[in-house]
């Protein structure tokens, strides 16, 4: 049983930042791959940023850039920092462990 929570959404204005954090407990080994996905209302759930089990990490063109994965082995948590937020970011950030476990989901929302 793997368990998998975000946090560190919320509302900021344009061109502002956010870090969202996602911790992974349970029956789960570092390192893991895991990657970042957001859906936006009326919109598919898509694959914005992933990081690989041997850290290397890859992005849509959309956010490459402005956003940046990193995981901490240490403490089974990883990260999406969000740069130069744009109010078309505006979407449920979702978590995905090892391509199986998911969270719960989190809002970012980009408006002046």
């Known amino acids: 049983q793997v368990q998998v929570v975000e946090s560190g959404g919320g509302l900021v204005q344009p061109g502002g930042s956010l870090r969202l954090s996602c911790v992974a407990s349970?029956?789960?080994?570092?390192?893991?791959?895991m990657g970042w996905y957001r859906q936006a209302p009326g919109q598919e759930r898509e694959l914005i940023a992933y990081?690989?089990?041997?850290?290397?990490?890859s992005y849509i063109d959309s956010v490459k850039g402005r956003f940046t994965i990193s995981r901490d082995d240490a403490k089974n948590t990883g990260y999406l920092q969000m740069n130069n937020l744009k109010p078309e970011d505006t979407a449920v950030y979702y978590c995905?462990?090892?391509?199986?476990?998911w969270g719960q989901g989190i809002q970012v929302t980009v408006s002046s």
């Open positions: 349970g029956r789960i080994s570092s390192p893991y791959r």
């Open positions: 990081i690989a089990s041997t850290g290397a990490t």
């Open positions: 995905c462990v090892k391509f199986v476990y």
